[in-house]
């Protein structure tokens, strides 16, 4: 089905089409930029779903546009998860539901996720994984305004090698045949073949699985899949196309070859090291870390309904994921917030700042790297990550200081985005 088509469905099961409206917000303890502190006592003027002015003291602002009184607040920018699956949800019976569910049905199932995951005060995300049809649909849906949900920048499905994390696993050989996608390369002629493709088909980014990974059911282990010269076709294309690519990759060997193919990032990095943090830094190449994904992995060894080999993988990597970002952290590496949500359950993402702070982040950074870091990773700085006049209107407050306690951003109590309020809480 088309594209239209599925965000015309999605838009059934919400009422109208959202509109910004002009506000004015006083802003008790405002974290416009994270990591320059707080300014006390702030006006924000909202027209249009943009920022038009922030300033000292509590102004009246225009006549009759209404005041949303934050003062005994902390206000904050959106946050921004660089790494989810919005159109999916792992536990029990996801390996049947992939035969049961259509596109159209994964549209539905995203919209909802989609909204948790905004009223958990990420106003922007990044999709790094699912099926064209269905997160590309979701995506402009949200655009429009006739799906609540944060603002997306969608990979699609991810390129990736017959066999390898990403293809289809686990099933007979004929189910399979059936559903292996345009995704699936061999060859650097036939990696850019693939690359071509999702750009055609609407990718904003380009995603690879430069390694195994822990969710596909095979043992094909953890290291590199792509050769060298299928990394760097593949770069070179998505990069000819203004795209952007980021690489799944848990192997230190998968790694540091697709820094080396000059990746724009890494998600998970279980096995980064020394020279390999000295090759983010040579490359300015950014981190996706997802410890989240791997404390949720973790819970699920003993699990049935979790395959075996994913189970033995689990078991390895997950443990390990909290202290590779404290090596990252402590070397200096650019680090973008990110989940892998749908791993996690959507609108739990937040988890993932209190793993961080274990890390060795301040509360500061960890905000900072949901919000400045990841803005810039996502190629929407211009238009998010602080507050400050011309970006989006995207604002949330909690009612105690999250950089005394970083918890409190697992329950945001004021969402705006493009100056649509979504949630208030009294």
């Known amino acids: 089905m088309k594209r239209f088509g599925l965000a015309a469905l999605a838009a059934v099961a919400f009422a109208g089409i959202a509109t910004a409206q002009d506000a004015v917000i006083h802003a008790g303890y405002l974290l416009a930029t994270p990591g320059d502190g707080y300014l006390r006592k702030q006006t924000i003027i909202v027209e249009d ?36 699956h919005i159109t999916s949800e792992s536990g029990p019976g996801e390996r049947i539901r992939a035969f049961e569910e259509t596109t159209v ?29 269905s997160v590309f649909g979701l995506r402009d849906a949200i655009a429009k305004g006739l799906v609540p949900g944060p603002r997306m920048r969608a990979a ?12 289809i696993n686990g099933y007979a050989p004929d189910v399979m045949a059936l559903f292996t996608g345009t995704n699936i390369c061999n060859g650097a002629d036939d990696c850019r073949r693939a690359v071509r493709q999702q750009v055609k088909e609407g990718a904003d980014v380009i995603k690879i699985t430069a390694t195994g990974g822990v969710m596909s059911n095979t043992k094909a282990g953890l290291e590199q899949q792509f050769t060298d010269d299928e990394l760097e076709a593949i770069v070179e294309t998505a990069h000819s196309m203004g795209r952007q690519v980021t690489a799944h990759a848990h192997g230190k060997g998968g790694i540091e070859s ?9 998600e998970h990095g279980t096995y980064l090291d020394d020279e390999t943090i000295a090759l983010f830094k040579e490359h300015n190449a950014t981190l996706v870390p997802t410890v989240l994904a791997g404390a949720t992995v973790s819970g699920w060894v003993d699990e049935a309904w979790f395959p075996e080999a994913s189970r033995q993988k689990a078991a390895i990597v997950g443990p390990l994921m909290q202290d590779m970002l404290r090596r ?27 793993l961080m702070v274990g890390a060795g982040f301040t509360p500061e950074e960890a905000i900072r790297a949901a919000t400045v870091i ?46 649509v309020v979504y949630k208030k809480e009294d």
């Open 49 to 84: 779903g943009r920022i038009v002015s922030v300033e000292a003291g509590y102004k009246p602002g225009p006549k009759g546009v209404p005041v949303i009184n934050l003062r005994d607040a902390y206000v904050l920018p959106g946050l921004i998860d660089s790494h989810v």
């Open 105 to 133: 049905d994964q549209a539905f199932d995203g919209a909802g996720y989609a909204h948790k995951t905004l009223l958990a005060g990420f106003t922007t995300v990044q999709d790094v994984g699912g099926s064209n049809d």
């Open 156 to 167: 699609g499905q991810a390129v990736s090698v017959t066999g390898g994390h990403g293809d």
């Open 258 to 266: 697709a820094l080396r193919a000059g990746i724009d990032s890494i």
């Open 328 to 354: 990252a952290h402590e070397g200096g590496v650019n680090v973008a917030f990110g989940t892998d949500t749908g791993v996690s359950k959507h609108g739990d993402n937040a988890q993932e700042f209190a």
């Open 374 to 419: 990841a803005s810039e990773h996502v190629e929407m700085d211009a238009d998010i990550g602080t507050i400050e006049p011309g970006k989006y209107a995207d604002i949330i407050a909690v009612t105690a200081d999250p950089l005394k306690d970083i918890t409190e951003l697992e329950d945001v109590d004021f969402v705006m985005k493009g100056g």
